[in-house]
Antibody
Framework: QVQLQESGPGLVKPSETLSLTCTVSGGSVSSGSYYWSWIRQPPGKGLEWIGYIYYSGSTNYNPSLKSRVTISVDTSKNQFSLKLSSVTAADTAVYYC????????????WGQGTLVTVSS | QSALTQPASVSGSPGQSITISCTGTSSDVGGYNYVSWYQQHPGKAPKLMIYEVSNRPSGVSNRFSGSKSGNTASLTISGLQAEDEADYYCSSYTSSSTQFGGGTKLTVL
């Protein structure tokens, strides 16, 4: 059974960089069958796709966040990570990592989510 | 504002059927058969219910079904049960990204 677990600071100051890691168990981030994705959900609002990374290192980001987002993968630790720079209160959200099926674009496994609050 | 349009809320009584729509454009819903649907209970992560327009993952009840006509996809839940009360989100691939709908709150009366 595939499991994903987000980790990282729950509080980030405005203008700083949000950093989260997703640890995958029961599956491999080196598999060519999946994208490894980040999705967020502001409190009381809907889902927003942030972007994904493929095992090869290729990435694809939401155009509205592209200038501030970096997703990377560490195959030795079976993890992938999210960095979001220059955060504001609008970036306060529950951040989910998820596995996305390659070329058919659906999310079949999700982490439990982690709340990140941007506040001084 | 979400790229995919869903009704904010729908409701139905136990045993009834309801349909949630997801309207996009020819660049997303209408252009690809990569529409998926997710169920989210409060405080929980979303759960995949339908993928590639009309396919159900193993373990998802056959009371859930999906379809698409033109630029609008639909999720139908038949034989409503109290446990179906949740938020539902559609998602579609576009040529350069993935889009979600704004979500629909389903109330079982």
């Amino acid at each position: 059974q595939v499991q994903l677990q987000e980790s990282g600071p729950g509080l980030v100051k405005p203008s700083e960089t949000l950093s989260l890691t997703c640890t995958v168990s029961g599956g491999s981030v080196s598999s060519g069958s999946y994208y490894w994705s980040w999705i967020r959900q502001p409190p009381g609002k809907g889902l927003e796709w942030i972007g994904y990374i493929y095992y090869s290192g290729s990435t694809n980001y939401n155009p509205s966040l592209k200038s501030r987002v970096t997703i990377s993968v560490d195959t030795s630790k079976n993890q992938f990570s999210l960095k979001l720079s220059s955060v504001t209160a609008a970036d306060t959200a529950v951040y989910y990592c998820a596995r996305e099926q390659w070329l058919v674009y659906y999310f079949d496994y999700w982490g439990q989510g982690t709340l990140v609050t941007v506040s001084s | 504002q979400s790229a995919l349009t869903q009704p904010a809320s729908v409701s139905g009584s136990p045993g009834q059927s309801i349909t949630i729509s997801c309207t996009g454009t020819s660049s997303d819903v209408g252009g690809y058969n990569y529409v998926s649907w997710y169920q989210q209970h409060p405080g929980k992560a979303p759960k995949l219910m339908i993928y590639e327009v009309s396919n159900r993952p193993s373990g998802v009840s056959n009371r859930f079904s999906g379809s698409k006509s033109g630029n609008t996809a639909s999720l139908t839940i038949s034989g409503l049960q109290a446990e179906d009360e949740a938020d539902y989100y559609c998602s579609s691939y576009t040529s350069s990204s993935t889009q979600f709908g704004g979500g629909t709150k389903l109330t079982v009366l």
